[in-house]
């Protein structure tokens, strides 16, 4: 059983700055409907795999820390026959991509609007086709590393969630997180099958905010793609 005394250690932004009247009205109103089930301690206590038959079958994807939101629901209208959940945190970037569902029209959208990790132990084996990991937090600083997602804290219980042949797809701007990444992925059980740079994406790769911040200060994203391999 787990223990609910066992609380993990978070180091990441949860608000931001105040939010518009509409975002209010956004996290009101759409936040409680999109939401995963079963993934909090409250709702499931003894963490048992959450059922994912709403899916009713179809691929499922995860976004780890969706930013404001324009990739995941990018991919959702791009995709309308897989389910993806976004994963994020922080207040401000759930309330902007609530407003760009919203717009967008997209239906096939859940949330978990806190720690992946907590995901991570609910979600049946096997059960992730294909995750994306878009700029995430750098942790510059050395003693900070072991905070970044690339490490076996994060990986190891996302490989149990990925099915064999599923893809992972990193993109970053800071070229040490491209050597952890390097270092870390494949002994967890990832082959990486693909590195590029500048100009050298995805084919439906869509230009994040964070992207663009970094183009402006001269940082060039790196683009890594791993596929989980079998056993």
């Known amino acids: 059983m787990y223990n609910p005394a066992e609380r993990r250690n978070f180091y990441g932004r949860v608000h931001g700055k105040t939010l518009r009247q509409s975002q209010k009205t956004y996290l009101d109103e759409d936040l409680a409907r999109l939401s995963l089930q079963g993934v909090t301690l409250e709702e499931n206590p003894d963490r048992r795999p959450i059922d994912l038959a709403r899916f009713q079958g179809k691929p499922l994807w995860l976004e780890v820390g969706f930013g404001g939101g324009e990739h995941l629901v990018h991919m959702a209208a791009r995709y309308p026959q897989v389910e993806i959940i976004g994963c994020e945190p922080f207040v401000n970037g759930i309330a902007m991509l609530l407003g760009k569902i ?27 086709s294909k995750v994306f990991l878009n700029y995430p937090d750098p942790w510059t ?30 993109a970053t701007d800071i070229p040490d997180y491209v050597r952890q990444t390097l270092e870390e992925v494949p002994p967890v059980g990832f082959d990486l099958i693909r590195q590029t740079g500048l100009g050298a ?9 964070y992207e663009q911040k970094a183009l402006r200060e001269g940082r060039e994203p790196h683009y890594l793609t791993f596929i989980r391999r079998a056993g």
């Open 201 to 209: 994406a995805w084919d439906d790769w869509l230009s994040t905010r």
């Open 102 to 128: 919203r717009q967008a029209g997209v239906q096939n959208l859940s949330l978990h609007p806190g720690d992946v990790r907590d995901l991570f132990d609910v979600l049946p084996d096997g059960c992730l």
């Open 141 to 170: 600083k050395a003693r900070h590393h072991r905070r970044r997602f690339v490490t076996p804290e994060y990986l190891a219980p996302l490989a149990r969630r990925m099915a064999a042949g599923a893809e992972l797809r990193v």
